[in-house]
């Protein structure tokens, strides 16, 4: 049952366990809300029934007595007319009223009981047509005595206690019906309760096994898992692993486990076949890094001597830079000079060009001028004509005509000579105004000849700018290298001890992957780990003791961790002296700072390993 359960996921199995609780407390939750349902209709009926028919039944008695009552009283009231009459109003009245609750009860009723209350109400009719006529006797005075009238409605009473033992059985009917209510009500609650219980039985049946299968199932699993774990703590590795049966979370965990077993077992094979290789490793890179020291030192001093050189030359560069700027700037204002003047040049010729056009203006007026003058001499001539014609009455006129036409051959001569200075005017504004134009055009070529020296000198700044900023980048670029060489020559110091270092942790990791149990059979393929690492440098020292036999195998293994862009300009800022030196010593140059790094990195590591 448990290898079942465990092809389900732990979810799923809890999801349906969770269903299913669910669905018990739904099949519990349906029958108590039945069963209340149920006890609600029957408390419901027996308030409409019982409770109504007792008390309608209790208005029927009451009725009946108050009838005997108030029978007696109108007896006893034989001698007083008028009383007795109020009583017999009161006695009609509850008449009245025991006839509303009879036919209350009988609408109320089964078929059986609605006879019975039929005949009660036709005794009580009875009753009261007997009783009627002797109230009417007694009301009139003529009854003598209270004995004759009580013998007059003695078959009266009769039928009044036949009705009075109906309603006494129908009062014990009611209370056995009271009785069969409770008892039914009684008999379903009991029901409601067993059905109840026989569901929580059959959920408790269902729910415990199932929910300690389902703990087994998980718990079990877990507990072997925690078991493996302790076991690969200790450093135990050989521990057999316990079939893994199922599909839920607790078995892949336990086949992760048991991968994670696998793979330790692997990598534990790799590490002891690495960790003499990486004793002699070390060897190989102490003796490297000793060589390497010397060689650093010497490019330390060369790069010194370049960076020394490119100073001085950055420092001319800015003094050329500086003094292009100058140029440029004196460029800059003769250029601001003389576009000032072509502006006040174009100015001159502006305003010349309205000095021609107002003395043209003006010529225009003086025509004007001479065109009046004209016609006012005519009109003049007219007005002279016109006098000598009017004879004697004419002559003030003709006076008047005479001076006003000899007015008018002078503002004509005048005008002419006016007209003849302006035209001299005109023509010789003309002529200014064309030679200020080709002044302008004069001063427009100086301004742009001086824009396109000043725009030559800003290039030659520019390229003396950017020379200097490249020479300066260049220098800064030999700096950075000659400062990278001395830390390389400190990380070269450095990475002697991390040689030494790197031994101990070689001595450490053996030790430390000794206290692991492995199977025989695990360690045969071990040969991922370190291979391309460790063989190389074994077979160069094999091969000669020498440091030349070392050099390149360290180079060759450390090269892939070698990619720096920073170093690339150190090689045109060599010298010939060096350079033959340098070039045999540079591919293990670099390779040992790059190894010494991360094994200095690692030491903590190896360590909590």
Known sequence: MSAMLRQFSIR??????????????????????????????????????????????????QSIGDMR????????????????????????????QFGKAAKDLASHQPETKSLALDKMSALVEGYAGK??????????????????????????????????????????????????????????????????????????????????LNMQSIC?????????????AAGDLTKTAIEVEGQDEASHLMRSLQNMQHALQTLVGQLRTSADSIRTASVEIATGNQDLSGRTEQTASNLQQAASSMTQLTGTVKQTADSARTANQLANSASGAAAKGGEVVGQVVSTMDEINT??????????????????????ALNAAVEAARAGEQGRGFAVVASEVRSLAQRSAEAAREIKTLIGASVERVETGSRLVQEAGESMTDIVTSVQRVSDIIGEITAAASE?????????????????????????????????ESLKDQAERLAEAVDKFKINSGSAAGKHSFGGSTVTRPATSVGASSSHAAAKPSLAGNAAPAISKPNFAPAKPARSSATATASSAAKPPRSEPVARSVPVAQAEGDWESF
């Open 467 to 499: 020379q200097s900023d490249g020479i300066a980048q260049v220098n800064q670029s030999v700096l950075q290298l000659d400062q990278m060489t001395q830390q390389n020559a400190a990380l070269v110091e450095e990475s002697a001890a991390a040689a």
């Open 131 to 212: 009783a009627a006529p002797v109230f009417k006797e007694i009301i009139g005075g003529h009854v003598d005595s209270v004995g004759s009238a009580n013998k007059q409605l003695e078959s009266a009473k009769a039928d009044i206690q036949a009705a009075q033992q109906l309603v006494d059985e129908l009062s014990k009917q009611l209370d056995t019906n009271t009785n069969t209510a409770l008892a039914k009500a009684q008999q379903t609650e009991d029901r409601v309760m067993t059905a109840f219980i026989a569901i929580l039985l059959i959920s408790a049946v269902v729910v415990i096994p199932l929910t300690l």
């Open 220 to 232: 079990k699993p877990l507990a072997d898992a925690e078991d493996l774990a302790q076991a690969i």
């Open 358 to 379: 107002s003395s043209k203006k003006i010529n225009d007026i003086i025509g004007v001028i001479d065109g009046i003058a004209f016609q006012t001499n005519i009109l």
């Open 69 to 96: 009552r108030f029978e007696k009283d109108i007896l006893i009231a034989y001698q007083s007319p008028d009383s007795a009459r109020a009583y017999q109003q009161r006695w009609d009245q509850t008449l009245q």
């Open 12 to 61: 799923t199995r809890m999801i349906g366990a969770i269903a299913m609780v669910l669905s018990l407390l739904l099949v519990v939750g349906g029958v108590g809300l039945f069963g209340m349902r149920a006890m609600h209709d029957l408390t419901q009926a027996f308030k409409e029934q019982t409770i109504q028919t007792s008390h309608q039944m209790h208005n029927l008695v």
